[in-house]
């Protein structure tokens, strides 16, 4: 079993960047696989997929929508995976969290992770 923790969130200018992490208690938090997800403050919005990597760091995924302003990385030497935020725009606004699974392969949708940190909320102003 695995504990995640994410910290980093905040206030920011569009334009501005911010970097989240995602710190893991447990063993071998180098098996498992990490998906970024987040959730927009707007009625019954989802939670969508941002970016995931391997266990290994050897493959990664971005959603369309962060592609080239985002970067994700690991350290399993220090239990945590990172989120590089650039190019912040107002529509990247909401609650960013860190998910896990206990499996080689990235997967996009939420339910096909087993555990959950509590997010940290991201506002960009416009």
């Known amino acids: 079993q695995v504990q995640l923790v994410e910290s980093g969130g905040g206030l920011v200018q569009a334009g501005g960047s911010l970097r989240l992490s995602c710190a893991a208690s447990g063993r071998s938090f180098g098996s498992y696989t990490v998906g970024w997800f987040r959730q927009a403050p707007a009625p019954g919005k989802e939670r969508d997929f941002v970016?995931?990597?391997?266990?290994?760091?050897?493959?990664?995924y971005y959603a369309d929508s962060v592609k080239g302003r985002f970067t994700i990385s690991r350290d399993n030497a220090k239990n945590t995976v990172y989120l590089q935020m650039n190019n912040l725009k107002p529509e990247d606004t909401a609650v960013y969290s860190c998910a896990a699974r206990r499996d080689m392969l990235v997967k996009t949708t939420s339910l096909q992770y087993d555990y959950w940190g509590q997010g940290t909320q991201v506002t960009v102003s416009s």
């Open positions: 970016a995931g990597i391997s266990w290994t760091g050897g493959r990664i």
